[in-house]
């Protein structure tokens, strides 16, 4: 199952935090093209008329060949920034309104990399690393906008290697009474 050559799709998003989130993606005609629940630690995803279950962190991996090294997918795509696990390794100021921060996330050979513009305190990049400083994958993170008591991006770019996922969200709202039976 090759998601990747659909090329533009719309999709849809539910999530409850902390660990329910529902993805469904359709092509023309609103075709249903893949339609993933993560639930805690594990992904089950309709997908090219399959049922697949996989680990969570492996879920953008197996359908859009983006290896996520680990990185919770949920996170990823609501365009949130995990805090550091460990710290903060270093701080650079390339710029007086950027600062680049390497944090430590307790991951032997692999660091993270943020870009901060220090005027609107938003994260407008994050780059995870290998060992030898090779990017793993990268994120850019724009427009955001206030979401209940969460700032959020609208836009967000996705690259790892040749493959680029980009997700532009037209309307967010908040339902706090969402069923978990809504999700499945």
Do not use: C, N
């Not at 609107?120 to 995870?128: A, P, S, T």
Request: proline share 5%; no cysteine.
């Amino acid at each position: 199952f090759d998601l990747q050559s659909v090329g533009s799709a719309s999709g849809s998003i539910l999530f409850q935090p902390p660990a329910l989130m529902r993805l469904d993606v359709r092509g023309p005609l609103f075709s249903r093209i893949l339609s993933a629940v993560v639930d805690g630690d594990l992904l089950t995803a309709v997908a090219g008329g399959r049922t697949y279950y996989l680990p969570a962190t492996d879920g953008l991996d197996a359908f859009l060949e983006i290896d996520l090294a680990g990185y919770d997918p949920r996170l990823v795509l609501l365009g949130i920034v995990a805090p550091p696990q460990v710290g903060i390794v270093d701080r650079q100021f390339p710029r007086a309104d950027r600062v680049r921060l390497e944090l430590d996330d307790g991951v032997e050979g692999q660091s993270r990399v943020l870009w901060v513009d220090l005027h609107l305190g938003f994260v407008e990049r994050e780059v995870i690393l290998d060992a030898s400083g090779q990017t793993i994958w990268s994120r850019r993170l724009t427009d955001w906008r206030r979401v209940g008591d969460l700032y959020l991006p609208e836009r967000l770019r996705i690259d790892s290697g040749d493959r680029r996922l980009e997700l532009t969200y037209g309307k967010r709202q908040l339902d706090r009474g969402l069923q978990r039976r809504v999700f499945y």
